[in-house]
């Protein structure tokens, strides 16, 4: 093999260790220590309507003291999440299904509105 195609490859195989090498580090320094994601959906089928909010804990520490308020009313409380559990809960029946606002500790407040799932032809629900 020619000598000019050894540096070649050997340079980018460099390029490429030091390219994951950083992406590695870039994404590992994004992750906070207190963060949560709150995903909530309603899914109206024709006879009825389907709801959860699913919580999770995204951030690197254990989250205590969570409050879960539907639509400014109802409330409910977890006790804590560890780093990447996730808990999904069925809203109150008498909610209007609108938003939901989850506050923790460590200054932690996301309100987030109700999604609907893709409707795709010839799935149930469609």
Known sequence: ???????????????????????????SLTTKNFAV?????????????????????????TLSHIRVIYD???TENINSLSPGEKIMLSPP????LRSV???ADHGLKVTKSYRSPLKIPGMMGS
């Not at 093999?1 to 580090?25: W, Y």
Request: charged share 20%; proline share 2%; glycine share 4%.
């Open 1 to 27: 093999m020619d000598k000019k195609a050894i540096v070649f490859a050997s340079i980018g195989v460099a390029i490429v260790v030091i390219s994951v090498m950083l992406l590695i580090s870039i994404f």
């Open 37 to 61: 994601d709150v995903d909530p959906i309603k899914d109206s089928q024709n006879l009825f309507n389907t709801a959860r909010v699913t919580v999770t804990n995204t951030g690197k520490s």
């Open 72 to 74: 400014d009313k109802s």
């Open 93 to 96: 029946t008498n909610s209007s």
């Open 101 to 103: 606002t989850v506050i």
